[in-house]
């Protein structure tokens, strides 16, 4: 069993930064894919990185590459999502995911687990 606990998020203006950080209980598998999901108000969740836990091969959405940047500390069992020049549409409610997976995972339903999420708001 795999639990995932998110902290980090806050209010920050726009152009600011903020490190989300998931600390994973249970030793992760070395064929595991982690992600970071967002979910703004009345929209779907949508896919913001994505890393595979052994070779650290990461993915990011469009939408946030060259803002945003996916890491992992093996040591710590922990995942990183490091946000930089934020935008007021970045605002969501930011989640956590693992799975198994030896390629990187881009849709919720193929992460079987979820943290509870943290809140990112921006202000313009």
């Known amino acids: 069993q795999v639990q995932l606990v998110e902290s980090g998020g806050g209010l920050v203006q726009a152009g600011g930064s903020l490190r989300l950080s998931c600390v994973v209980s249970?030793?992760?598998?070395?064929?595991?894919?982690m992600g970071w999901f967002r979910q703004a108000p009345g929209k779907e969740r949508e896919f913001v990185a994505t890393?595979?836990?052994?070779?650290?091969?990461?993915s990011n959405a469009d939408s946030v590459k060259g803002r945003f940047t996916i890491s992992r500390d093996r040591a710590k069992n922990t995942l990183y999502l490091q946000m930089n020049s934020l935008k007021p549409e970045d605002t969501a409610g930011y989640y956590c995911a693992a799975d198994y997976g030896l390629v990187v995972l881009t849709i919720p339903v193929q992460y079987h687990y979820w943290g509870q999420g943290t809140q990112v708001t921006v202000s313009s």
């Open positions: 890393i595979l836990w052994n070779s650290g091969y990461t």
């Open positions: 249970g030793r992760p598998s070395s064929r595991y894919a």
